[in-house]
C-alpha cells in the first residue's frame, strides 16, 4: 500500500507522521484491499489544522474524510474514528453478503405412473365366492364387494394364509 504524507502551509514533523502511520496501520485491521492512501496537513489563516485522508480501496473507490481542528492530534484522533467507522461498515457490508453455502439443485426423481384401473366387480358376491376365485389367481390382493354393497379386500399373508380387510 502506498503511503503519501504531504504537508501544505505547514512542516510535517516525525511526530506527525508518526501519528498518521498508526493511523494507517490501525486501518489495515479491517482486511480491505487498501491501494493507497495520501494525507494532507493543512493550516489555515486562522490557525487551524486541516487533516485529510483519502484512501483508495479496491472495489469500493475512494473514502476521504476530513477534519479541522485547533489541535493537530486532536483532529488525527476524530478523523481515525471517522474512518474507521467507514471502513468497518463498508467491511460489515462484505462480510455479511456473502454466500455461506451453495444451495443444491432440487433433483426430481422419476416418479412411476399412476394408471387407475376400473374394477370389475360385475355382481356382489360372498366372501366364500370371493377366496375361490382369488385362490385361482397369483396376485396379491382382490377387490370385490360384498353383499351388502360394501368394499372388501381380500390378500395373501406371508405365512401362506389369506387376510380380509
Same mark, same amino acid.
Given at each position: 500500500? #502506498?503511503?503519501? *504524507?504531504?504537508? %501544505? ?15 494507517? !496501520?490501525? *486501518?489495515?485491521? /479491517?482486511? &480491505? $484491499? @487498501? ?8 493550516? #489555515?489563516?486562522?490557525?487551524? *489544522?486541516? =487533516?485529510?485522508? #483519502? =484512501?483508495?480501496?479496491? !472495489?469500493?473507490?475512494?473514502?476521504? @474524510? ?6 493537530? /492530534?486532536?483532529?488525527? !484522533?476524530?478523523?481515525?474514528? +471517522? &474512518?474507521?467507522?467507514?471502513? +468497518?461498515? /463498508?467491511? $460489515?457490508? &462484505? =462480510?455479511?453478503? +456473502?454466500?455461506?453455502?451453495? @444451495? ?7 416418479? $412411476?405412473?399412476?394408471?387407475?384401473? !376400473? ?8 366372501? $366364500? ?8 389367481? #397369483? ?7 360384498? &353383499?351388502?354393497?360394501?368394499? %372388501?379386500?381380500?390378500?395373501? +399373508? ?8
Amino acid at each position: 500500500m #502506498n503511503v503519501s *504524507i504531504v504537508g %501544505r502551509h505547514i512542516d510535517v514533523t516525525d511526530g506527525m507522521k508518526a501519528a498518521i502511520n498508526a493511523v494507517i !496501520d490501525d *486501518i489495515k485491521k /479491517y482486511n &480491505l $484491499d @487498501i491501494i493507497s492512501s495520501k494525507v494532507v496537513v493543512e493550516e #489555515n489563516k486562522k490557525g487551524e *489544522i486541516k =487533516v485529510e485522508f #483519502n =484512501v483508495i480501496v479496491a !472495489d469500493k473507490g475512494s473514502v476521504v @474524510i476530513t477534519q479541522i481542528d485547533k489541535d493537530f /492530534y486532536k483532529a488525527v !484522533d476524530l478523523a481515525k474514528d +471517522r &474512518l474507521e467507522k467507514k471502513l +468497518r461498515r /463498508y467491511h $460489515d457490508k &462484505l =462480510v455479511s453478503h +456473502r454466500v455461506k453455502e451453495e @444451495i443444491p439443485a432440487v433433483v426430481v426423481e422419476e416418479v $412411476d405412473e399412476i394408471v387407475p384401473v !376400473d374394477l370389475m366387480a360385475e355382481k356382489p358376491m360372498t366372501v $366364500d365366492e370371493a377366496l375361490a376365485e382369488f385362490k385361482q389367481t #397369483n396376485e396379491a390382493f382382490m377387490v370385490f364387494k360384498d &353383499l351388502g354393497g360394501d368394499t %372388501r379386500v381380500l390378500y395373501r +399373508r406371508k405365512d401362506g394364509k389369506f387376510g380380509l380387510y
